[in-house]
């Protein structure tokens, strides 16, 4: 079935360092799609990416997908404290169903 | 946007009792609805997709004997754990796909279960 990997597991940085999560899918997505998810609360939608070779910004937040449409990226730039939590990617191939990688946790000392 | 409501936040049950956890949306319909588990640490993993007016569709490995699911109308799924054990203990999150042309899954705020 479909798997997605996403890495690394952990990110620890210095609040104003980069970041950033990659997601590989083992098969050509449709669509794949970003979430938030703060220590312990719920996942938040963050960006869908449909389009190959895709890049969306969002404000410090830069989303890229992949020319194949198999892998994907998020990278926030000069990151605040307020980044921390765990990022998932979530791809979707089939009708109906997403896959979700391991997510990243990212924790950033002040 | 759209709002999913899940219900209760956190239970503590005896082990060998049965746990049911509502999953709502709010202002808008969802003839699918997804519940996930998630361990601490670790990512989402869907366990059935839940389908108004007929039969949940479960993920490999998950007992549907065992997670019984119930999509009764447009905007109501149900979990219910049979005859919970500790090793079901876990947070359980419901999740619901918005109308809108993003796709974007709308999840509930998620529920704690302690089987004792």
């Known amino acids: 079935g479909q798997q997605v990997m996403q890495i690394p597991q952990y990110q620890h940085v210095q609040e104003g360092e980069d970041f950033t999560t990659y997601c590989n899918s083992s098969t050509t997505l449709s669509n794949i799609q970003w979430y938030k998810q703060r220590p312990g609360g719920h996942p938040v939608f963050l960006i869908q990416?449909?389009?190959?070779?895709e890049v969306k910004k969002q404000k410090r937040l830069t989303f890229q997908f992949g020319e194949a449409k198999k892998n994907s990226s998020l990278h926030i730039t000069a990151t605040q404290t307020t980044d921390v939590g765990t990022y998932f990617c979530a791809g979707h191939a089939n009708a109906g169903k997403s896959t979700f990688g391991d997510g990243t946790t990212l924790t950033v000392k002040p | 946007g759209a709002v999913v409501s899940q219900h209760p936040s956190w239970v503590i049950c005896k082990s060998g009792t049965s746990v049911k956890i509502e999953c709502r949306s709010l202002?808008?319909?969802?003839?699918?609805m997804f519940w996930y588990r998630q361990f601490p640490k670790q990512s989402l993993m869907l366990m059935a997709t839940?389908?108004?007016?007929?039969?949940?569709?479960?993920e490999q490995g998950v007992e549907k004997d065992k997670f019984l699911i119930n999509h009764a109308s447009l905007t109501l799924s149900t979990l219910t754990v049979t005859s919970a054990h500790p090793e079901d203990s876990s947070f359980y999150i419901c999740?619901?796909?918005?109308?809108?042309?993003?796709?974007?899954?709308?999840f509930g705020e998620g529920s704690r279960l302690t089987v004792l």
């Open positions: 839940s389908n108004e007016g007929s039969k949940a569709t479960y």
């Open positions: 990416l449909v389009k190959s070779g």
């Open positions: 202002d808008f319909q969802a003839t699918t």
């Open positions: 999740s619901a796909r918005g109308t809108g042309t993003s796709g974007e899954l709308f």
